[in-house]
């Protein structure tokens, strides 16, 4: 069979079609299929494509320095350099900032360290003097509130050990801690925020895993009762007779019973400082008005 002119013109066409079609499939596959840097595309950043567990940043406490807490706020000298001396205080910041928990520390006032009588202190090594000192905190941050669910449970055990426990009493807002041969009063709150809470007490805490028997401790001095203010300028006369003084109350003794058991004020010490700088203020702008 032959074919004319026409027709094999018509089948050069026909097999041309065919085979451009073929060579088109094969290139758009192999031009869909390369890789993309091949082809210069840019690879996202890996950060967009996995987020770390840290995702958002988790906000950080605020680190108080706790030997400027005690210089600073209070008559803590005696702590203070007790804990120098045995180099607890890095191991109280660890235990507030390096820990979940947080710390709770009590803290005498210098006057509850002078009241114990020689040898109380002095005839303590320096590992017994470090676990009296972490006897007085407690390894997780309690606040003022939370003392009452504390009293619950009967002996807490301190930073110190398992030898080292405190009894915790809450009374209507009164809050004491107690050792075997020491009740102290919570009678004020230094800091609060966590995770560190620290406390003013008015007694040193004595355990008996150090004192055998009762150490002598003294009265701890009343604190000086406030003078009665001065009358203000130009009030009476000199002809006037001077008004009988109305007996001043004198300041409650820490050992009264009856000021035992006052609530303690989430302020403190503190709050007592504050009021008294405000009313300073409150009468120099007084004075500075009666000039004008």
Request: glycine share 8%; charged share 15%.
């Given at each position: 069979m032959f074919l004319d002119a026409r027709d094999m013109r018509r089948a050069v066409a026909l097999l041309a079609a065919v085979m451009l079609s073929v060579a088109s499939s094969v290139l758009h596959h192999a031009v869909a299929h390369r890789p993309l840097a091949a082809a210069g595309a840019r690879l996202p950043p890996a950060a967009s494509l996995h987020r770390t567990?840290?995702?958002?940043?988790?906000?950080?406490?605020?680190?108080?320095?706790?030997?400027?807490?005690?210089?600073?706020?209070?008559?803590?000298?005696?702590?203070?350099?007790?804990?120098?001396?045995?180099?607890?205080?890095?191991?109280?910041?660890?235990?507030?900032?390096?820990?979940?928990q947080g710390i709770t520390i009590f803290v005498p006032v210098d006057t509850a360290f002078a009241a114990i009588k020689p040898p109380g202190l002095s005839g303590l090594s320096r590992h017994q003097l470090k676990n009296l000192m972490m006897s007085h905190s407690l390894a997780k941050h309690y606040e003022l509130a939370e003392f009452e669910?504390?009293?619950?449970?009967?002996?807490?055990?301190?930073?110190?050990?398992?030898?080292?426990?405190?009894?915790?009493?809450?009374?209507?807002?009164?809050?004491?801690?107690?050792?075997?041969?020491?009740?102290?009063?919570?009678?004020?709150?230094?800091?609060?925020?966590?995770p560190m809470a620290i406390y003013e007490l008015d007694r040193v805490l004595l355990p008996d895993a150090l004192f055998r028997a009762q150490p002598p401790v003294a009265a701890v001095p009343d604190a000086p009762a406030a003078p009665p203010p001065a009358p203000a300028a130009g009030e009476g006369?000199?002809?006037?007779?001077?008004?009988?003084?109305?007996?001043?109350?004198?300041?409650p003794r820490r050992d009264d019973p009856a000021a035992a058991d006052a609530p303690v004020s989430a302020g403190g010490a503190g709050g007592d400082r504050l009021a008294r700088r405000a009313a300073a203020a409150a009468a120099i702008g007084a004075v500075a008005l009666v000039a004008l």
């Open positions: 567990d840290t995702w958002p940043p988790t906000p950080q406490a605020k680190r108080v320095n706790l030997t400027a807490i005690l210089t600073l706020d209070g008559p803590f000298r005696a702590f203070l350099g007790y804990l120098q001396q045995t180099n607890l205080v890095e191991v109280f910041q660890n235990q507030a900032y390096l820990t979940d669910g504390l009293s619950r449970i009967g002996p807490v055990t301190t930073l110190a050990g398992g030898l080292f426990t405190v009894n915790v009493t809450y009374d209507a807002g009164a809050v004491h801690v107690r050792s075997r041969w020491a009740d102290a009063k919570v009678v004020g709150s230094v800091s609060v925020d966590a006369g000199a002809d006037e007779a001077p008004p009988t003084a109305e007996p001043h109350p004198a300041a």
